[in-house]
């Protein structure tokens, strides 16, 4: 990562927790709920979330939902967020391999990405049967990196009711990790949804996060050319392009269903204020 992008993504975190603690409460306690829960996969993201989460309110449930393609190193190291928060009587662990092989068989599909996504929206699904019968928010877990490159599962780990780390590119929630007192481990373990076997993204997109975010930063901040992106980063122009067009490529992503305008004040408009409609 250029020194230059380092300074400028380097923030003074402990004004970021505070923030985002405070955040979280008021965010529960407006939408008239209870507490929170939360996926902790054992990665950067979901270990810094948690730990965030703990802070904020002592009303906080847990579900670990590890599958057959689960490391057992990911499910140790949730194991010692568990402990960080004082969770060992707050967490579910669930195994979801029984119900991933009865969805796969009714599609009739061996397809490890078909699978995969299906894993993400089983954890979904959990997550707000979980929240319903406790009158707790779903706390999400997906970092700006992320986000912006679509590299989620739509109404998977997408499906959240708030992501409180949504704003912090994968290197600055790992700068989180560290002062919060994240295990070195976790901070330095290479991101990965564990959606199957020996799936890693940094693997799956081509490039080290620290150079995506780079990129990212560079482009959609600073709007600066792709060749003076490439120039910056070290990384061919090819490479520049890809990231920025899985932005381009993954917006529906980001934004509710698209509603076809019939009339001039369609539910995706903005109904707080009088306007012309072309």
């Known amino acids: ?12 975190f402990g004004q970021v927790t505070d923030y985002i603690v405070r955040r979280i409460r008021e965010y529960i306690e407006e939408s008239k709920k209870e507490g929170g829960i939360i996926g902790l996969s054992g990665g950067i993201d979901s270990s810094v979330t948690t730990i965030l989460l703990s802070r904020a309110t002592n009303n906080f449930y847990i579900l670990l939902m590890p599958t057959s393609s689960t490391p057992q190193k990911d499910i140790e190291d949730a194991m010692k967020i568990i402990k960080i928060v004082n969770g060992e009587n707050k967490y579910s ?58 590299y989620f599962t739509k109404y998977g780990d997408g499906g959240v009711d708030v992501l409180p780390i949504g704003d912090l590119y994968k290197t600055q929630v790992r700068m989180l990790g ?8 976790i901070v330095k373990k ?29 482009k959609f901040e600073e709007m600066r050319e792709p060749e003076e992106i490439a120039e910056m980063t070290k990384t061919s122009y090819d490479k520049v392009i890809k990231i920025i067009n899985m932005v381009k490529t993954s917006q529906h992503k980001r934004l509710p269903p698209e509603i076809f305008r019939l009339s001039g004040r369609a539910i995706n408009s903005d109904w707080r204020y009088p306007r012309q409609w072309g």
């Open 93 to 150: 662990y669930i195994n979801i391999d029984e119900i991933i092989n009865e969805f796969s068989s009714i599609v009739n599909t061996s397809d490890k990405i078909v699978i995969g996504n299906i894993k993400a929206r089983v954890r979904m699904t959990l997550l707000y049967a979980f929240a319903q019968k406790m009158n707790y928010l779903v706390i999400g877990t997906g970092d700006k990196s992320e986000i912006m490159l679509g």
């Open 1 to 12: 990562m250029p020194e230059y992008v380092r300074k400028k993504l380097t923030l003074d």
């Open 178 to 185: 560290n002062y919060l007192g994240v295990p070195e481990e």
């Open 190 to 218: 290479p991101p990965s949804p564990a959606l199957w076997e020996g799936q890693t993204a940094e693997g799956e997109i081509g490039l080290d996060y620290e150079t995506i975010d780079s990129i990212l930063y560079l």
